[in-house]
């Protein structure tokens, strides 16, 4: 199944922007969050129910409502701009997808 | 600490095959699967396809089925992704990354925590 994200989005520096992400088999499947700039791998910034990677500041969280799971930035910084992916099981548990992605800039 | 040390940039023609490699260290490699993405310029990142060392059980996203095959040597902990023939629309950076299945009330994640630094191949007559 298709994970479909918003194409873009931006805010306010120290304020909170939320990034979603649908689709049919985040009904049963948390995502996973990834960030991504330019010239680098992708990093994991929050997975699960309530997991984030060592490392990775708590003003980021998720959340999961039905077919949608959320990635929250709270006091966003000029660091957090970049690309936010969502990731999950696709059709098949044998298979994963990435949405769409999300392109967060920070004001 | 963990690391994922993959093979240097490809230059290849349309129709040749391509090989990368995907060298594991820090952790047992046994003990997580190997996963392959890519990201040609300016498009979204695209999940390939996820192997385990230990079991050998492996999936293929439906696009690349039949023109890519996911290896494991255990004993060199490396992964590798082999694909054939190349068009240029497989021009992108391909990363290695190691993922875990867990299952956390009332639903399972799946979380690839650890990545390459990533993989240049450029197709190009």
């Known amino acids: 199944s298709d994970l479909t994200q918003g194409p873009a989005v931006s805010v306010a520096s120290g304020q909170t922007v939320r990034i979603t992400c649908r689709g049919d088999s985040l009904r049963n499947y948390y995502a996973s969050w990834f960030q991504l700039k330019p010239g680098q791998a992708p990093k994991l910034v929050f997975y699960g129910k309530n997991n984030r990677p060592s490392g990775i500041p708590d003003r980021f969280s998720g959340s999961s409502s039905g077919d949608t799971a959320s990635l929250t930035i709270r006091g966003a910084q000029a660091v957090d701009e970049a690309d936010y992916y969502c990731h999950s099981r696709d059709n098949s548990d044998n298979h994963f997808v990435f949405g769409t992605g999300t392109t967060v800039t920070v004001l | 600490q963990v690391q994922l040390v993959q093979s240097g940039a490809e230059v290849k023609k349309p129709g040749a095959s391509l090989k990368v490699s995907c060298r594991a260290s820090g952790y047992t490699f046994t003990n997580y699967d190997i996963n392959w993405v890519r990201q040609a310029s300016g498009q979204g990142l695209e999940w390939m396809g996820w192997m385990n060392p230990s079991s050998g059980n492996r999936g293929y996203a439906p696009k690349f089925q039949g023109r890519v095959t996911l290896s494991t040597d255990t004993s060199r902990g490396t992964a590798y992704l082999e694909v054939s023939s190349l068009v240029s629309q497989d021009t992108a950076v391909y990363y290695c990354?190691?993922?875990?299945?867990?299952?956390?009330?009332?639903?399972?994640?799946?979380?690839?925590?650890?990545w390459g630094r990533g993989t240049t191949v450029i197709v190009s007559s």
């Open positions: 990354a190691r993922g875990r299945k867990r299952f956390q009330e009332p639903f399972f994640y799946y979380a690839m925590d650890a």
